[in-house]
């Protein structure tokens, strides 16, 4: 997948049962005579992506995480459905190859899919690639260029207009996603009321629909090794739907810090989007609506939703940790990444800045 996040020993607790996956692998590639090997990629805290070697072939393994009751968040036959749809026209999604729902084989759902090779940007710019300036603007610049590409493509045509209701979706999200809140809660954040009201009192109407990833960002988004500008991947599809539009870059500014954020923003999120020439969030909202016309007056409403929805992200996942249902330790630190989103969101709802 990435020259710079490698496939590694399995974390405890989230192998695969080769045993039954094998035998499984034999039957759809029955020419490749060599051993079957498996790895998993470290990072991401959702679905979980295994590298498997078989002989000569390379493939990537999609499944649920260990433990999960939240089955409309990790819903593996639709995002199989979305991307053998959608890679004929939007290129930088994965080709996907085949979708097993027979428990019976890893106790849960996956599909395999075609590794994109290149290069992931992660937390920390790595001390050994060169990012000036210049290329850091012009990577900046790709990445949201290459999400208006995804907000043009025709999703009927695609055939993928059923994926989402655009009527009352916004709506439908806020209040979605408050109820994932609660039904994961593990601490009493003042935050948290007083988002949720505002939320609630200034949510906006719908200007544009598109299909939209729902998880766009830098670590999602694989790089071509000779061209760190250029973008050949995008991973990560499990919420794509059709909805706002502005949600999508909602997204994308969430997860963007600026040098001039707080200590404990910066501490949650990359530092890659600090480096010297990288767009500021002020910079993709005005690139945005110079390339689409889109008004992005109430921009400040969707990063503060956004902010939210990554809050609840995280406290499901704290959720799991605490529930005993994954041992992966990253986890433990969790709760202060909760508290610096959720100060954050409410911030932006107070100023109205971005």
Known sequence: MSDLDQATEIRPGEELNLATLEPYLRMRFPYEAGALQVRQFPSGHSNLTYLLNLGNRELVLRRPPFGSKVKTAH?????????????????????????????????????????????????????????????ARQLSKSLIDNLIRLHRIDYGAAGLADLGKPEGYLERQVRGWMERYHGSKTHDYPEVEKICVWMQQHTPIIKSVSLIHNDYKLDNVVLDANDITKIVGVLDWEMCTIGDSLTDLGTTLAYWADATDSDGLKQSLSDVTTHPGSFTRTDIVQHYAEQTGCDVSQISFYLAFARFKLAVIVQQIFYRYQQGLTRDSRFATMPERIQALLRSSLQVAESGRI
């Open 75 to 135: 819903d593996m036959s639709r995002e199989f459905r979305v991307l053998s749809k959608l890679h004929s026209v939007y290129e930088p999604s994965p080709e996907v190859f085949f979708y097993c729902g027979d428990d019976s084989v890893l106790g849960a759902p996956f599909y395999l899919m075609q590794p994109i090779r290149g290069v992931i940007l992660r937390k920390h710019l790595p001390s050994d690639l060169d990012l000036s300036p210049e290329k």
